[in-house]
T-cell receptor, first 117, second 114 residues
Framework: AQTVTQSQPEMSVQEAETVTLSCTYDTSENNYYLFWYKQPPSRQMILVIRQEAYKQQNATENRFSVNFQKAAKSFSLKISDSQLGDTAMYFC??????????????FGTGTKLQVIP | DGGITQSPKYLFRKEGQNVTLSCEQN?????MYWYRQDPGQGLRLIYYSQIVNDFQKGDIAEGYSVSREKKESFPLTVTSAQKNPTAFYLCASSIGASNTGELFFGEGSRLTVL
């Protein structure tokens, strides 16, 4: 079974600064996807960034980037130039690569990020 | 606007009562999911459905039931058999079972048992 671990329950960052959220996972699979989801206080969760395990290049979406270390099974999220709107719960998630049929998405326990003005 | 609508947003229930949470999507997605969110535990899968008239148990299905009579709708019933139903419930959808994993979420329903 796959597991996803987020060891930082809460973090804070000053506005305009950079923060990194940690995530480790455990799997014996070689083909999989990793995700970071954001859940703002309004509660609708949205996808922030996605990484395919077969791609060595780290995914980037504007101010959000990941550091994907496949051998170490680490998948951290870096938020640059933090904004007040980045205040949210962030969930790391894992999904096996599709080999036909349903693939379960496993979520970590989340990191609550507070951006301080 | 396309999206997922959950209702009600807040719900109070007396012990021993069943309650049904609504989830409707207009994204034309085949797959739909129900998750339970508790503090410090992340999201746990209750039920999922890959196609109309079919659904499967997730990790914590005991005390819950679902139906999938229409593609757009995936209601969740929290029965009196659920020992600790107070939680935040999230409905989600995805294009299909064969997808790259992106889930689209509703705003959630908070159930409180009095």
């Amino acid at each position: 079974a796959q597991t996803v671990t987020q060891s930082q329950p809460e973090m804070s960052v000053q506005e305009a600064e950079t923060v990194t959220l940690s995530c480790t996972y455990d799997t014996s699979e070689n083909n999989y996807y990793l995700f970071w989801y954001k859940q703002p206080p309004s509660r609708q969760m949205i996808l922030v960034i996605r990484q395919e395990a077969y791609k060595q290049q780290n995914a980037t979406e504007n101010r959000f980037s990941v550091n994907f270390q496949k051998a170490a099974k680490s998948f951290s999220l870096k938020i640059s130039d933090s904004q007040l709107g980045d205040t949210a719960m962030y969930f790391c998630a894992f999904m096996r690569g599709n080999s036909g049929g349903y693939q379960k998405v496993t979520f970590g326990t989340g990191t609550k990020l507070q951006v301080i003005p | 606007d396309g999206g997922i609508t959950q209702s009600p947003k807040y719900l109070f229930r007396k012990e021993g009562q069943n309650v049904t949470l609504s989830c409707e999507q207009n994204l034309n997605h085949d797959a739909m999911y129900w998750y339970r969110q508790d503090p410090g535990q992340g999201l746990r899968l209750i039920y999922y459905s890959q196609i109309v008239n079919d659904f499967q148990k997730g990790d914590i299905a005991e005390g819950y039931s679902v139906s999938r009579e229409k593609k757009e709708s995936f209601p969740l019933t929290v029965t009196s058999a659920q020992k600790n139903p107070t939680a935040f419930y999230l409905c989600a959808s995805s294009i299909g079972a064969s997808n790259t994993g992106e889930l689209f979420f509703g705003e959630g329903s908070r159930l409180t048992v009095l």
